[in-house]
């Protein structure tokens, strides 16, 4: 549930899917996006919810790792991450 209303922000079509052209310079090392996260949902890949949350916030890290603070994807980040973190504590 968490992951589909997630996924159905306005903001989460730039973190949907990453391309290798996404990740210059490999500064990126263990690259996660919201497709990846949805098919291992699909395909049960998961044995816990701290797995699921553990992939969902490496998109945060990798996003403010990669991305100027004043970027339109840093700050998009920070509000779906807002968003996430309200749901995840309900």
Not at 80 to 85: D, G, K, R, T
Request: charged share 30%.
């Amino acid at each position: 549930d968490i992951f589909h209303e997630l996924e159905n922000e306005s903001y989460a079509n730039l973190f949907y899917k990453y391309t290798k052209d996404d990740v210059k310079n490999e500064v990126i090392e263990y690259p996660m996006d919201l497709f990846t996260i949805n098919s291992k949902l699909e395909n049960n890949q998961y044995t816990s919810l701290k797995e699921f949350e553990k992939d969902i916030r490496l998109i945060f890290c990798n996003c403010y790792t990669y991305n100027d603070i004043k970027s339109k994807e840093y700050c998009s980040g920070k509000i779906l991450e807002s968003i996430f973190n309200e749901k995840w504590n309900e």
